[in-house]
């Protein structure tokens, strides 16, 4: 294996940090190796929130669905959609285009999440942890208040990052699913029933006969799909979404 392929199988989200800070040198690297990710039409259609501010991270923690770590973490990056930057930059040229639509929101979302990913492996290549806060996507109102954040730029990724404990490095990282189960030929090929839960018995046991998919399933649905949080980032996203419709 490489060392490219290799840093990428090591990789596991990382929350819990050395009390070590991360100097302004690296933390650029990592910035300017995220810069250099693919982008739509090379339109770089996202903005990164540096977050130094210790109020602003505990106020964050909480809005995130209450995840204490991540007012512990020295780093914490939020990467923007940003559909606002090259709407401003057209009307500096005295143009009157149109309000940015669903597919400009699509669009930038990728943009700030390849850049993200960037961010991510170049952190762990310099070894430092990191983890997504997918929970950012949760309480619109209070989050655009506090990142000052306008009708066209949505948050798509925030990253904690910091040096990890010893504890962090030795955990194992969780399974992944086979390769069959992820992948179809030329259309895709919807997986139903029987397959479905073999596909998950062989991720989280590797032996049929003493895993309890029917528990499993049920608590897992329970606290992820149906919990308080799924339905708040839901109702969060959808307000997000309103000014991209009109
Ligand atoms: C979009 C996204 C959102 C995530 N949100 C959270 C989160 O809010 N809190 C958390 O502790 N981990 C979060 N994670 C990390 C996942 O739990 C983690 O990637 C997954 O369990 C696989 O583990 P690994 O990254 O260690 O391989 C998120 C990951 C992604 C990609």
């Not at 199988?9 to 250099?36: C, G, Y």
């Not at 991270?57 to 909480?62: I, P, Q, T, V």
């Not at 046991?205 to 895993?211: E, M, P, R």
Request: proline share 6%; charged share 25%.
């Amino acid at each position: 294996m490489n060392p490219t392929l290799a840093q990428l199988w090591e990789r596991k989200s990382v929350r819990v940090f050395l009390d070590r800070p991360v100097d302004d040198a690296t933390r650029n690297e990592i910035i300017d190796a995220a810069i250099q990710a693919p982008s739509a039409g090379n339109q770089n259609l996202y903005a990164i929130i540096d977050v130094r501010d210790q109020a602003v991270k505990d106020e964050l923690a909480e809005l995130c669905d209450h995840q204490p770590f991540i007012a512990t973490a020295p780093v914490l990056w939020v990467f923007l959609a940003d559909c606002r930057r090259w709407l401003g930059a057209y009307q500096e040229a005295g143009l009157k285009p149109r309000a940015p639509g669903p597919g400009d929101l699509l669009i930038a979302y990728a943009d700030a999440l390849v850049a993200a990913q960037n961010a991510v492996v170049a952190a762990h290549s310099l070894g430092l942890g990191s983890c997504y806060i997918g929970d950012i996507l949760e309480n619109r109102e209070r989050v655009a208040a506090l990142l000052n954040l306008d009708d066209y730029t949505v948050p798509a990724a925030m990253l904690v990052m910091g040096w990890p404990t010893e504890h962090q490095l030795k955990r194992p990282k969780p399974p992944r699913p086979a390769r069959g189960d992820l992948v179809s030929v030329d259309r895709y090929r919807r997986r139903q029933g029987r397959e479905l839960r073999a596909s998950i018995v062989a991720r989280e046991s590797g032996a049929a006969a003493s895993f309890d998919y029917d528990g499993w399933m049920r608590a897992f649905c329970e606290r992820k799909y149906e919990s308080d949080f799924a339905r708040e980032m839901n109702r969060s996203a959808a307000a997000y979404l309103r000014p991209f419709m009109e």
